[in-house]
T-cell receptor, first 112, second 115 residues
Framework: DQQVKQNSPSLSVQEGRISILNCDYT??????FLWYKKYPAEGPTFLIS?????DKNEDGRFTVFLNKSAKHLSLHIVPSQPGDSAVYFC???????????FGTGTSLTVIP | KAGVTQTPRYLIKTRGQQVTLSCSPI?????VSWYQQTPGQGLQFLFE???????NKGNFPGRFSGRQFSNSRSEMNVSTLELGDSALYLC??????????????FGPGTRLTVL
């Protein structure tokens, strides 16, 4: 079963505009969420995380928002740059600290 | 610091064969996790090894197995390959500290094609 869902397989955005990637989850017990970015022929790399005690975490151009009542999180990239073109995965821990549920990914294309 | 390495990068096998994939974690990392990535399914957790012991296991059949050596290098094996096993297999290493969410560092993956 897919406990972490990304319903948009792809997203295209103009350079300089905001990119918003969405993620929904089913388990209200999840207390930590991560976003990973993946370029072709490379493994995913950690981007940003958020604890459930917060509703927002910011790191430079990347901000993650968490809405616990809606079981929804989103990643905002402002301003978007062509180098941001990649597949983005959201993830939540499954039990132990070293195993995660991942979403199916959203492929972001930033158009110059 | 060298990253996570996976060998081979590409493999082509036929149904019924078996395959072994290798992962060398970042130096000092004791946890290695394996994931299967297929289109439409995202990354599916296979198993995690820590200090040569399988610590966690996902929902995959027994045809999927793994092991970890004393130097933390890990191998995963898939026996009796099926067409549906075609996927990108990713390994991730981390410090493996219990009680904490450890950042996962992923290798580039092994692309397995089963014909």
């Amino acid at each position: 079963d897919q406990q972490v869902k990304q319903n948009s397989p792809s997203l295209s955005v103009q350079e300089g505009r905001i990119s918003i990637l969405n993620c929904d989850y089913t388990n209200s017990m999840f207390d930590y969420f991560l976003w990973y970015k993946k370029y072709p022929a490379e493994g995913p790399t950690f981007l940003i995380s958020i604890s459930s005690i917060k509703d927002k975490n910011e790191d430079g151009r990347f901000t993650v928002f968490l809405n616990k009542s809606a079981k929804h999180l989103s990643l905002h990239i402002v301003p978007s740059q062509p180098g941001d073109s990649a597949v983005y995965f959201c993830a939540a821990p499954r039990g132990g600290g070293n195993q995660f549920y991942f979403g199916t990914g959203t492929s972001l294309t930033v158009i110059p | 610091k060298a990253g996570v390495t996976q060998t081979p990068r590409y493999l082509i096998k036929t149904r019924g064969q078996q395959v072994t994939l290798s992962c060398s974690p970042i130096s000092g990392h004791r946890s290695v996790s394996w994931y299967q990535q297929t289109p439409g399914q995202g990354l599916q957790f296979l198993f995690e090894y820590f200090s040569e012991t399988q610590r966690n296991k996902g929902n995959f059949p027994g045809r999927f197995s793994g092991r970890q050596f004393s130097n933390s290098r890990s191998e995963m094996n898939v026996s009796t390959l099926e067409l549906g096993d075609s996927a990108l297999y990713l390994c991730a290493s981390s410090l493996g500290t219990s009680g904490a969410y450890n950042e996962q560092f992923f290798g580039p993956g092994t692309r397995l094609t089963v014909l």
